[in-house]
């Protein structure tokens, strides 16, 4: 009980009313007083009591006609009145109960029954107010959560909402109240997906948590993430209960924060930590196929002069009109960013010197012509650096000090541009390379062998699949690693038969396990020159059928680069392979961002994110918004996302709560033989068995054998 709690006491008989306010004083209570029922009706509303004793038999206003009219006028709805009577009737009663009261005494009045009463009644009015105080706070909180509730009889295929729908949505529930109405309301990209989960739910009676698009009124589309859970009552054994929640406004602006965390303000461009990431991606593939990058930095001269004589607007006015002018001038597979004030950068994925010195040389002569600032004509000239992979550097962060030390090299020496200066390397070595090459593969390849890295579903923590990776191992040289030959073999054109002993070894290996109950899908990569073969689609076919394996057991993956060297000829010949039967995947999906709205007509089966995404997802909350913007875009067209290159627990955790289908990296396992991928296979189909939880350090769960 709280000391502040205050009782009105209408009573018209004083001697009563001194007697109540002497008991009740007695435990604690703030005691007010009324002579008759016109009065008390004028001391409530002034004071607001939190419970009234009110005597039924009183001059001017009856205790009947003064609740019924307290009912009606109190602030907070509840207020305790326990009503006093010297008649127990039953009429009595019920007339007090209709008029509005809480509770009745009969006189003479039991006090220690009063007491009681008063104690009850204001613990109940306190409980009483604790709940709305709770449901308003939630109400409140749902509304700014922009919440609602629904409810799906699975068996019926019947669908209630909260009113909340149409005020959020603009979609009446109505519109929605059946499984089919939702789907037909629902994206057409969406409702695929959204029909197998709510089909999968309602076969396993599982949670469904999806996020989809709900087409509204006036061509709008709004963002909404739907999770319920099978709740059945009696009657409905099929019912499953949720909550919906709005979130367009939540996805735009992660978009934006994305966009801005990733671009220049002024020019729209990517920024340096962009660029960065998509150099060093487009690095990481040059030394897998055999590819090089070239990289040319453009410096504005004299815009610390052009912002003192005209002012920062114009300068700014400068920027933009250079930054269109290089979106026009060069080729669209071009990335171009602006690092720094006066800096802009460009790279595309060929080393053909010749040519990036030519095109170089055009943008120059582009930006030396006259400008119009307003009223201002204005004469730029540039400065450019050309740095190249492999032969200037061996990472991003090289490739651009590189390039700027060769910009200022074109400086120095008063010149338009200047070309980096060749890494230091051993002519005697990279000789002594392709001999064994050569003798390699004379040696019917007998120095080679492939290792199987697992790739793991998160769901469940099994091995589903493995990818297939090249190794050599000299017999003097030692160990070497593949971003060491595979340059020099696309250079000397041998890479198309290493291509196709790694197709063949990879399906063989494939029918042994499956011999030894072991089944997984193997993953093997398709280097450029292999992909432009015109024979490659029937090597396909005699490898798979040798093996004696289903082209569905194959996942072929081809890199973003490849697939946009010849779009039109790559749609068509995906979608030949898919309708024989294989899965075909994108490998390092995610930083080729230009090509984005192509790569969606490819027919796919899985999307590989990038493991520069990967490496920093856990302090990057702009690593985190790309990655699930991907994996909600391949949601949303049915395909598998798998993410490369984890290697912490904390990562994974990450990629689990975004999304992520399954995870490949040095967390799960490294690398590995035939012989030890078997074991390791088998261990943890045991350790699965005996209710183990899984990795870390690579401790993960596999597929049972058969």
Not at 49 to 78: A, K, N
Not at 115 to 124: D, E, N, Q, S
Not at 330 to 350: G, Q, Y
Request: glycine share 6%.
């Amino acid at each position: 009980m709280s000391a502040a709690e205050s009782i009105l006491i209408i009573e018209d008989d004083l001697a009563t009313r001194l007697l109540i306010r002497s008991v009740l004083a007695r435990h604690g209570y703030r005691l007010l007083e009324a002579g008759d029922g016109q009065e008390g009706l004028e001391v409530f509303a002034r004071e607001q009591p939190d419970l009234v004793l009110m005597d039924v038999m009183m001059p001017r206003l009856d205790g009947f006609t003064t609740c019924s009219t307290l009912r009606g006028c109190e602030p907070i709805p509840g207020t305790p009145v326990i009503m006093l009577t010297a008649s127990d009737s039953d009429s009595d009663v019920e007339k007090a109960f209709e008029a509005g009261a809480t509770d009745f005494i009969t006189k003479p009045i039991n006090w220690p029954l009063l007491v009681a009463r008063v104690r009850y009644a204001l613990r109940a009015r306190r409980t009483s107010r604790e709940l709305v105080t709770t449901r308003l706070r939630q109400e409140y909180a749902q509304k700014i959560a922009r919440m609602g509730f629904w409810a799906w009889q699975a068996d019926s295929g019947q669908l209630e909402w909260s009113a909340d729908l149409a005020e959020l949505t603009g979609v009446r529930s109505e519109q929605v109240d059946s499984l089919p109405a939702l789907l037909e309301q629902v994206h057409p990209d969406d409702r695929k997906r959204l029909a197998l989960a709510m089909d999968v739910a309602r076969s396993d009676r599982s949670r469904l948590d999806q996020e989809i698009r709900l087409l509204a009124p006036d061509d709008a589309v709004c963002v909404l993430h739907l999770v319920a859970a099978h709740h059945p009552a009696q009657g409905r054994a099929e019912l499953f209960e949720g909550a919906f929640q709005e979130l367009t406004q939540v996805r735009e602006t992660e978009q934006m924060v994305q966009h801005m965390a990733l671009h220049d303000t002024l020019t729209g461009l990517p920024n340096r930590k962009l660029f960065l990431r998509l150099l060093e991606s487009a690095i990481e593939r040059a030394r897998q196929n055999g590819n090089g990058v070239a990289m040319i930095l453009f410096d504005i001269n004299r815009l610390g002069r052009i912002n003192d004589a005209l002012g920062m607007q114009a300068g700014d006015q400068l920027l933009g009109r250079i930054a269109s002018s290089l979106r026009q001038v060069l080729p669209l597979d071009t990335n171009i960013a602006r690092l720094d004030s006066d800096e802009f950068a460009v790279f595309v994925h060929h080393n053909d010197l010749m040519r990036v010195h030519a095109k170089t040389e055009a943008v120059l002569a582009r930006a030396a012509q006259p400008i119009s600032i307003g009223d201002e004509q204005l004469f730029v000239s540039m400065t450019a650096g050309i740095a190249l992979f492999p032969e200037h550097a061996g990472s991003a962060e090289e490739l651009v000090q590189a390039a700027q030390d060769a910009r200022q090299s074109a400086r120095l020496q008063a010149k338009p541009l200047a070309i980096a200066k060749p890494v230091s390397a051993n002519k005697a070595v990279e000789l002594k390379l392709e001999f064994a090459l050569r003798a390699a593969l004379d040696d019917h390849f007998q120095q080679f062998h492939l290792v199987y890295q697992p790739q793991i579903r998160l769901s469940d923590n099994r091995i589903v699949g493995v990818e297939a990776l090249i190794r050599w191992e000299h017999p003097e040289i030692g160990l070497v690693a593949p971003p060491r030959f595979i340059p020099i073999m696309e250079e000397l054109g041998l890479i198309n038969a290493l291509g196709e002993w790694i197709l063949r070894s990879a399906c063989q290996q494939l029918r042994r396990w499956q011999d030894a109950g072991i089944h997984l899908q193997m993953s093997v990569n398709i280097s450029p020159r292999q992909f432009q073969d015109s024979a490659l689609s029937e090597i396909l076919g005699d490898a798979v059928a040798q093996a004696g394996i289903r082209p569905a057991d194959l996942k072929l993956e081809i890199t973003e680069s490849i697939a946009m060297q010849d779009p039109q000829g790559t749609v068509e010949l995906l979608r030949q392979w898919r309708e024989r039967g294989y899965q075909i995947a994108i490998d390092d999906f995610g930083v080729g961002y230009s090509s984005l709205e192509y790569l969606l007509r490819f027919p796919l089966d899985a999307i590989k994110i990038d493991r520069t995404f990967i490496k920093d997802i856990v302090e990057s909350p702009s690593d985190r918004a790309i990655v699930r913007a991907v994996t909600v875009m391949a949601q949303s067209m049915g395909l598998t996302t798998i993410a490369e290159g984890v290697e912490t627990q904390r990562q994974q955790d990450y990629l689990d709560a975004i999304g992520i289908n399954q995870v490949q990296g040095f967390l799960f396992g490294k690398p590995m033989r035939a012989e030890a991928l078997a074991r390791f296979h088998a261990a943890h189909y045991t350790q699965l068995q005996a209710g183990g939880a899984g990795h870390p350090s690579g401790q993960c769960l596999a597929e049972p054998l058969a």
